[in-house]
C-alpha cells in the first residue's frame, strides 16, 4: 500500500475554514486600529484648540498690556477686581470680565478678545518704586479630563510719569 503526503484533498492550499479565521482575524485587527485612530484623531482635535486658545490668551495679553503702556492718566481698577478702565488718547479703554468672557471697550464698541473664561482679576501693585499692573485669568479647560489649568498672568507699567507711586 502506497501513501502519498500532500496529496490528500484536505491538504492542498488553505481551506475555508482557515481562510474564515483569517478574515476574521484581519476584521478584529482593523477594528482595534480604527478605534485608535478615532482617538487619535479626538487628541489631536483637543491639542489643536488647546492651541487656539493659548495663541489667543497671548493676543489679548500683549493687547491689554499694550493699553496699559499707552495709558494716558491714573488706570481705575473696577470694584470687584474684574476689570480696569484706562484713560487713552482717543478716549477710555475699559477691559472687564462678565458672562465668562473677556470684554475690551473702545470708542464705544465692545468686542470680545478672550473666552471661555473661568476666573479673571485685574489689580495694580507697587513694585520697588513703579506702579505695576496684574491682569491673571484662567482659561476653561478644554474637556473634563484635562489635567491641566491654563493660567496665565501679565504684568505691565504705564509710561512715562504714570510709572512710578
Given at each position: 500500500?502506497?501513501?502519498?503526503?500532500?496529496?490528500?484533498?484536505?491538504?492542498?492550499?488553505?481551506?475555508?475554514?482557515?481562510?474564515?479565521?483569517?478574515?476574521?482575524?484581519?476584521?478584529?485587527?482593523?477594528?482595534?486600529?480604527?478605534?485608535?485612530?478615532?482617538?487619535?484623531?479626538?487628541?489631536?482635535?483637543?491639542?489643536?484648540?488647546?492651541?487656539?486658545?493659548?495663541?489667543?490668551?497671548?493676543?489679548?495679553?500683549?493687547?491689554?498690556?499694550?493699553?496699559?503702556?499707552?495709558?494716558?492718566?491714573?488706570?481705575?481698577?473696577?470694584?470687584?477686581?474684574?476689570?480696569?478702565?484706562?484713560?487713552?488718547?482717543?478716549?477710555?479703554?475699559?477691559?472687564?470680565?462678565?458672562d465668562g468672557l473677556v470684554w475690551r471697550r473702545a470708542m464705544e464698541s465692545d468686542a470680545v478678545w478672550l473666552g471661555p473664561v473661568v476666573v479673571s482679576t485685574m489689580a495694580s501693585e507697587a513694585r520697588d518704586g513703579v506702579q505695576?499692573?496684574?491682569?491673571?485669568?484662567?482659561?476653561?479647560?478644554?474637556?473634563?479630563?484635562?489635567?491641566?489649568?491654563?493660567?496665565?498672568?501679565?504684568?505691565?507699567?504705564?509710561?512715562?510719569?504714570?510709572?512710578?507711586?
Open positions: 500500500m502506497k501513501t502519498r503526503v500532500g496529496n490528500a484533498p484536505w491538504s492542498r492550499g488553505i481551506t475555508l475554514i482557515e481562510c474564515l479565521a483569517y478574515i476574521v482575524l484581519l476584521g478584529a485587527i482593523t477594528g482595534v486600529a480604527m478605534v485608535a485612530l478615532g482617538r487619535l484623531w479626538a487628541t489631536t482635535g483637543r491639542m489643536a484648540r488647546s492651541g487656539d486658545s493659548l495663541a489667543a490668551a497671548l493676543r489679548a495679553g500683549e493687547r491689554w498690556r499694550a493699553d496699559v503702556r499707552d495709558a494716558r492718566g491714573p488706570i481705575v481698577a473696577m470694584p470687584d477686581g474684574t476689570g480696569c478702565r484706562i484713560p487713552a488718547a482717543s478716549g477710555a479703554i475699559e477691559w472687564r470680565w462678565r505695576a499692573w496684574r491682569w491673571e485669568f484662567l482659561l476653561a479647560p478644554e474637556s473634563a479630563k484635562s489635567r491641566f489649568e491654563p493660567w496665565h498672568c501679565f504684568v505691565a507699567v504705564p509710561g512715562g510719569a504714570l510709572a512710578t507711586k
